[in-house]
């Protein structure tokens, strides 16, 4: 790649394809792979990475929101699209583009039948969601009798899946809850199968489903992070390409004599005569203010540059002191060895929440 003139994020298709096949080796053959690209596909690129893994084979998408199934449809994704979690505001949208709502609870059960009824609908694909111990959305077992008799004279709808969602898959010292998940949601497929004499699609396991529990795999899995590089794991990042790359320049350099102040709110005061670059990415770009103050750093020509003082809304001031570097520069805020989960490891959040944060302002880049 040519050197960063300004801040773009890179996003390589091939670290991909790896992640999606490191993933399949997993599963067995007739595991069906829902690919989750929710939020942007975690800042990536929602309709290039959709498009890609359309191309790859992978068998469902999914999303949160109405709005980003749409965007799909438009982008020309023509696999079904789950939405997560739809709002009734937004069922005479899902119906007419041919997206498939989770049903959660009472309220958008009722909901999304009087919208299918109304649009004349037969066997309209809708999935159950139950909840195992997450506590965040879903019905429960003792819920599927009521479910029954309200569905089983109605021909507007088909249960096309039932799921559920591991709340800590990722945390082995939390095995036993997501055993005890796993075994609830084997007592609501059993019960619903008996209940409505049939057998919709199960899927349980989210990335760290997928790599801690082979006996979640059940019909489909739902991955997001893995896809996108990372594995939740020492162990299991080693597996992994991120496939995304933050990159910058430095925009201007400053000497600051002992005593001077950087940045806002004089935050920074300087015990030593120093030099900072200023990098054209801040708050409004998705580094957030707690990587400020000396937590957050990044890599210019191979070195460790901390943040200096707050970060801004549109820049940040970083330290240089000791590094041969010269304005126009490359800039490196994430790539595949200073890591998204490394730099949002300083600031004690996880990968998700920084690379999901990565503003549209953000020039994206595609690798090929
Ligand atoms: C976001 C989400 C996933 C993907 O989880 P990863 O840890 O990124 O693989 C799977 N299932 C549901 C219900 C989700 O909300």
Request: proline content about 3%; some cysteine; overall charge negative.
């Amino acid at each position: 790649m040519p050197k960063a003139q300004e801040t773009v994020l890179e996003i390589d298709l091939s670290a991909l394809k790896h992640n999606f096949e490191y993933l399949k080796s997993k599963l067995q053959k007739d595991t069906k792979f829902l690919a989750v690209v929710k939020a942007f596909a975690y800042g990536n690129d929602a309709d290039t990475i959709a498009l890609y893994l359309q191309d790859l084979g992978v068998d469902y998408f999914a999303v949160a929101y109405t709005g980003e199934g749409v965007a799909l449809r438009n982008a020309g994704i023509t696999k079904p699209i789950l939405v997560l979690h739809p709002l009734p505001t937004s069922f005479h949208t899902i119906i007419e583009r041919c997206l498939e709502p989770s049903i959660y609870n009472w309220k958008v059960l009722n909901a999304f039948l009087e919208v299918a009824t109304a649009k004349n609908q037969k066997q309209y694909p809708i999935h159950l969601k139950f909840n195992t111990g997450l506590n965040r959305l879903g019905f429960d077992l003792e819920d599927i009798q009521t479910i029954h008799s309200k569905l089983q004279w109605s021909e507007t709808i088909h249960i096309k899946s039932i799921f559920s969602h591991l709340a800590a898959s990722e945390d082995l010292s939390e095995k036993a809850f997501t055993e005890q998940q796993i075994q609830s949601f084997k007592n609501i497929t059993e019960t619903f199968e008996k209940v409505f004499d049939y057998k919709p699609l199960l899927h349980l396991s989210n990335t760290s489903g997928i790599l801690n529990y082979s006996d979640a795999h059940l019909d489909m899995v739902r991955s997001g992070i893995g896809l996108y590089g990372f594995g939740n794991s020492e162990k299991e990042n080693k597996n992994f390409k991120p496939i995304a790359t933050l990159k910058s320049v430095i925009s201007q350099i400053h000497h600051i004599e002992k005593g001077e102040t950087v940045g806002y709110n004089r935050a920074f005061k300087s015990e030593e005569a120093i030099t900072t670059a200023t990098i054209p990415i801040g708050h409004a770009d998705g580094i957030g203010r707690q990587y400020g103050q000396g937590k957050g750093y990044v890599i210019i020509k191979s070195q460790k540059a901390p943040i200096v003082g707050n970060v801004c809304m549109d820049m940040i001031m970083v330290n240089i002191t000791g590094i041969v570097c010269e304005e126009g520069d490359e800039v490196i805020i994430f790539d595949t060895s200073h890591t998204a989960e490394h730099l949002a490891n300083t600031a004690n959040t996880i990968s998700y929440e920084l690379v999901t944060a990565i503003s549209q302002r953000v020039k994206r880049i595609i690798i090929k």
